[in-house]
């Protein structure tokens, strides 16, 4: 994918991830980690352990305290939170292993989950959403992505909607990306929300509808539940192996 320049050091590289080469960057990040022992998390295919921390670095590499469940891996990603409280990550190799430490080689290139203002995250095909709109009860609609405070969903032909004002929204969600759709479903349930934008993507035949939920205290916190752990599934796709 081709690299497109954000802001000074930051390159936007698609889907809410920004990367830098900066080794400014680079060092700031280490060096913060380093001397406040903030919490590192150590994430591959397949496994995923922490917190941990690091507890030197030099030319050579990271030397980072073993977690207790360490699982033997050429490649891992080191996650932690940078000072704004956005996830940040570094993919790198392992060097050597002692019995307490691991050594990994210096990241070369740091990476950074951007959010907005609310942070909306794409959903696993085959989504979908029911409302009702006056009388009339719709179903079957496929949602694009979801927020704490909204949803973008989309039909191959426009929906019949006499006012903007919807009701009885239930999102049927996969429990986990990848389990067995007819096993993994949940339903997140939203008493009231408001269409506020139409537009057609032509490119693709079909019609988008953003909807603003207008959410209890319960619903929204049940939401924002389900972002955190949609936006997990996205940050360990395409883990070192």
Request: proline content about 5%.
């Amino acid at each position: 994918m081709k690299k497109t320049l954000s802001v000074p050091g930051w390159q936007e590289i698609g889907a809410d991830y920004e990367s830098s080469v900066s080794r400014e960057l680079i060092d700031h990040a280490v060096t913060r980690l380093m001397t406040k022992h903030l919490p590192i998390f150590l994430a591959s295919k397949g496994y995923q352990a922490g917190p941990t921390v690091l507890i030197d670095a030099n030319d050579q590499g990271l030397l980072i305290d073993k977690p207790h469940n360490w699982r033997p891996c050429q490649k891992i990603r080191l996650i932690f939170k940078d000072e704004t409280w956005l996830t940040n990550h570094f993919d790198v190799h392992i060097l050597a292993e002692s019995a307490d430490t691991l050594q990994f080689s210096q990241p070369s290139e740091i990476f950074r989950l951007q959010r907005r203002a609310s942070y909306r995250v794409d959903v696993p095909q085959g989504c979908h959403v029911s409302f009702r709109s006056n009388d009339s009860l719709h179903t079957g609609l496929r949602v694009k992505n979801v927020s704490a405070k909204g949803m973008l969903f989309f039909s191959e032909k426009p929906v019949e909607l006499p006012q903007t004002a919807i009701q009885d929204i239930a999102l049927s969600i996969p429990a986990r990306e990848g389990v067995d759709i007819l096993a993994g479903w949940q339903q997140k349930k939203i008493a009231q929300g408001e269409v506020v934008r139409t537009f057609h993507d032509r490119q693709q035949g079909l019609v988008c509808y953003g909807v603003a939920f207008r959410t209890k205290r319960k619903e929204e916190d049940e939401m924002t539940r389900y972002i955190r752990q949609r936006e997990r599934e996205l940050l360990l796709k395409g883990l070192p192996t």
